[in-house]
């Protein structure tokens, strides 16, 4: 089984093998592009009646080059076959060119090319911009070939409500740029937003008809936008110098004039996003400007005035409490000392006081009932407490006692010794 290459990895091997087999070649063939970048490289295809190649000619090279590579001339290439690993194209890089000979056709193109561009017809100011609402679509080519099904499947892919006219033209061949020309006058009629001239890829003698002077003049007399598609992106004709926008393939043309239904979509989506972040950052800005009036309400509300000067307080409390308690912990062999000082000083008062009390006991032992009374006296008591004889009245109530028994009595009589 065959192993498994990643893109990349495919795209190194083909560039290793192309450049190991063709290390030195020449190619012949005319230029159809050509670009002098700002770099100092200049890029051009070469192509011949059926294919073509992408080169480039790098400053180094390009500074020892003795003529101005211009579109149309034919060429003789010199250089190495590479590959653009990243897009996965390759390439011709060129070390050298030398002119083959201009052909019959280069030669025709360009001396049209320099007599409209002299008259004015290839200015940018008299070029029209193609409406950005684009509803009806008129489209000269030929109904057979393969352009108008690219266009109208690329169409209905972008935007399908857009409205195609077709109008059948003879694109190649003899009498070709007659039709082209009178269809171009009649499309330009029909009130449609953008006219689309064009045809699929072919041989220079194939596309010539686009080239020819009578398209040019059609194309630059209409109203209505036109749109030059002809060919490959390779291919340069007249038409498009004159028309107003220039799409290297007709279903390209399609691409730049009709939006796409997924990408408008995707821009209103984005466009309802930005609206709602828009309106969340004006809510938390709202939202941020109240918070800032409610704090300022609430530094100036007499209760959290009240609360933060109770929680100073509080701080205050602990910090007092902390503080006392670091000195009692300074002081505490102060205190022991001092709680010494006092057990003894309070042990010495006990004594003494006790040896008080015990006296005090012995003066009450000494005036107890019992232990006072004499042989033969009695203590005379009425309601538990002791009474004298002459506070006593007839028939009350007393109790007589002499310490070992007691008596209860009646007052029969009261008389004074």
Not at 281 to 292: C, H, N, T, V
Not at 397 to 417: F, M, N, P, Q
């Amino acid at each position: 089984m065959a192993s498994t290459l990643t893109v990349s990895q495919l795209n190194e091997q083909i560039k290793s093998l192309l450049e190991s087999t063709f290390v030195q070649i020449m190619v012949r063939g005319e230029i159809s592009q050509v670009t002098y970048h700002t770099s100092g490289h200049i890029y051009f295809t070469l192509k011949d009646d059926r294919s073509s190649i992408s080169c480039v000619m790098f400053r180094s090279n390009a500074r020892r080059l003795r003529f101005r590579l211009e579109v149309g001339e034919e060429v003789i290439a010199s250089g190495a076959v590479t590959v653009y690993v990243p897009r996965g194209n390759y390439q011709m890089m060129v070390q050298s060119v030398e002119p083959y000979g201009a052909g019959a056709l280069s030669v025709a193109f360009e001396q049209l090319k320099k007599r409209l561009e002299s008259e004015g017809l290839f200015a940018a100011e008299r070029k029209r911009p193609i409406p950005s609402a684009i509803h009806h679509i008129a489209v000269v080519t030929s109904k057979t070939g393969a352009a108008i099904e690219d266009m109208t499947r690329v169409a209905s892919k972008r935007w399908p409500l857009v409205k195609i006219t077709l109008i059948d033209t003879l694109v190649q061949g003899a009498g070709a740029a007659d039709e082209i020309a009178r269809h171009i006058a009649y499309a330009d009629r029909l009130g449609a937003d953008v006219l689309i001239v064009g045809r699929g890829g072919g041989s220079v003698e194939d596309l010539w008809a686009f080239n020819e002077e009578i398209v040019a003049r059609a194309i630059a007399a209409c109203h209505t936008p036109v749109v030059s598609a002809v060919g490959h992106e390779t291919d340069t004709m007249i038409s498009d110098f004159v028309a107003d926008m220039r799409a290297p393939t007709p279903s390209a043309a399609i691409e730049q004039v009709l939006p796409d239904m997924f990408e408008v979509l995707y821009t209103l989506d984005e466009r309802m996003q930005q609206m709602q972040r828009g309106m969340r950052q004006i809510l938390l800005q709202k939202r941020e400007w109240l918070k800032s009036v409610a704090n300022q309400l609430e530094q100036h509300n007499i209760e959290r005035k009240l609360s933060l000067q109770k929680q100073s307080l509080s701080l205050l409390h602990a910090q007092m409490i902390q503080r006392m308690r670091r000195q009692l912990a300074q002081k505490k062999p102060l205190l022991s000392q001092t709680k010494r000082e006092m057990q003894m000083l309070l042990s010495h008062q006990l004594g003494r006081k006790q040896k008080e009390l015990d006296a005090l006991n012995e003066r009450l032992k000494a005036l107890d009932p019992k232990t006072r009374l004499l042989p033969g006296a009695v203590q005379l008591t009425k309601d538990g407490k002791i009474t004298p004889l002459s506070k006593l009245r007839p028939k009350e109530k007393i109790r007589l006692s002499d310490g070992e028994y007691a008596a209860d009595a009646t007052v029969e009589k009261v008389e004074k010794i």
